[in-house]
């Protein structure tokens, strides 16, 4: 079984390399169809990682019996879902 810290670190290191170059794009250029995502993307990531990391309880790791999916994922999928119809409407 991965350690809590490899399997924290992932989502947080991506997240990081996604949220701040797509933040600096907004300030630099402003809003874009790409920038947007990418921080919300980014950000989504980080608080996985930290989650994951810090071991708050929507972020327990289920037996590997266990085929039933998580709370807090079906959350951000359908965030993301939502997120991206927005933009495609927009």
């Known amino acids: 079984m991965p350690s809590k810290k ?3 670190a992932a989502p947080l290191i991506t ?3 996604l949220a701040f170059p797509s933040a ?3 300030v630099q250029n402003g809003l ?3 920038s947007v995502p990418g921080l919300i993307g980014g950000c989504t990531a980080i608080v ?3 989650g994951i990391l810090l071991e708050w309880n929507t972020f327990k790791r289920d037996a590997v019996e266990s ?3 998580s709370v807090a994922v079906l ?3 359908a965030a993301a ?3 991206g119809a927005a933009i495609a409407i927009a």
């Open 75 to 77: 959350g951000f999928a």
């Open 24 to 26: 600096g794009a907004i």
């Open 6 to 8: 490899t399997v924290g």
């Open 81 to 83: 879902f939502f997120a």
């Open 67 to 69: 085929n039933r999916p």
């Open 32 to 34: 874009s169809l790409w």
């Open 48 to 50: 996985i990682g930290l």
């Open 15 to 17: 997240g990081i390399l």
